[in-house]
């Protein structure tokens, strides 16, 4: 297995630059795995496809308005500062961009506190430690970090939240998340299906490929995740009776498996913390029965998770069939539902 083995062309016209509005009118391919079967229809259809006692568990993280803009003192050199991780009430794990930004270098936020360059890690990666608490200051000085690849301004800043987000913590959106509505959400439950929460903070190198040629070498990125017992309960009682435990997006995905690793037994349990879990082709899923998901770049950990579910060469086989027929790719893209 090869990092190149899971890549693939993507002309920039194909990558979403907007969202589709409503949210639920995104398009929906759909891939029974056993067959191949690949059906396509609209995401507001998703339910014809799910049965009474089934379960979608979905992210509740909030993506955080962590892009900030300052100025180096003295000089007032531009920076921007990129919220990653949050270490405790002052200091933060961030992506920087500027020059001269070593360690107690010092800067101010726009419409924001002062900081300092408190550590320097591997590339672009800083500890700023903050004058005070960044979190007040999100309103008046944070910025939506959208991905490298979208190059449109976002007029609504919701629009890159699901309708389902509770808990800030997330640099990226949960995006699987984003094709459903409220209404969606309303006519699923009157329909017999269930849903469940679970919290995980998506940090920015999920949007990173893959360098390494074995991407068995890959050191993949912790995020935090959190799935209650509750939740655990109701994802075994539904195996237990027979329906899906369907994961809205990767990262459902990660936080559930990494339940059902952290268990012993396989069922899913109680689960709180980092998790590091890279899956490729020919890990045994323990939980997951369906996912749906969006189109993944070339190389990514995401598209490899996905072809862990799937099969690689009958991912690889959907994409270019999603790119005859139009679909939208990346975050404000068209969705998959794979069964």
Not at 81 to 110: F, M, P, Q, S, T
Not at 208 to 214: H, I, K, R, S, Y
Not at 301 to 326: C, D, P, W
Request: glycine residues 10%; aromatic residues 8%.
């Amino acid at each position: 297995m090869r990092t190149d083995d899971f890549d693939y062309l993507l002309p920039p016209e194909f990558i979403a630059q907007t969202p589709v509005e409503p949210r639920d009118h995104s398009r929906l391919l759909v891939l029974e795995r056993s067959s191949g079967r690949i059906r396509h229809d609209a995401f507001y259809n998703i339910g014809s496809y799910l049965n009474a006692g089934d379960l979608l568990v979905v992210n509740r993280t909030r993506v955080i308005p962590a892009r900030l803009f300052a100025r180096k003192i003295p000089g007032g050199g531009q920076v921007e500062v990129l919220l990653l991780r949050r270490i405790d009430d002052r200091n933060w794990e961030c992506l920087v961009g500027g020059k001269g930004l070593r360690e107690g270098a010092l800067i101010r936020i726009e419409n924001g506190p002062g900081a300092r360059v408190a550590a320097v890690l591997e590339g672009s990666k800083r500890v700023v430690c903050f004058d005070e608490a960044i979190e007040p200051f999100y309103a008046s000085a944070g910025h939506v970090p959208l991905p490298p690849y979208i190059h449109n301004e976002l007029v609504d800043p919701e629009r890159y939240q699901t309708v389902y987000s509770q808990t800030p913590g997330s640099a990226a959106a949960p995006t699987a998340g984003l094709h459903f509505t409220r209404e969606l959400l309303a006519e699923l439950a009157a329909a017999g299906i269930q849903i469940a929460e679970i919290t995980l903070h998506v940090g920015l190198d999920t949007f990173a490929p893959v360098t390494e040629a074995d991407p068995g070498t890959h050191k993949i990125h912790q995020e935090w995740c959190e799935l209650s017992a509750e939740t655990a309960g109701r994802i075994n009682a539904v195996k237990a009776d027979g329906g899906k435990v369907v994961a809205v997006g990767t990262t459902s995905v990660r936080t559930l498996e990494s339940a059902a690793a952290n268990s012993g037994d396989g069922r899913v349990a109680a689960f709180c913390g980092q998790t590091g879990l890279f899956i490729l082709p020919g890990y045994p899923f323990r939980a997951v029965d369906a996912m749906i998901t969006n189109f993944h770049l070339p190389k990514s950990t995401l598209i490899m998770l996905v072809s862990a579910f799937a099969g690689r060469e009958q991912i690889l086989h959907v994409y270019e069939i999603a790119k005859n027929e139009g679909y939208r790719f990346y975050s404000f893209g068209d969705a998959m539902l794979i069964l």
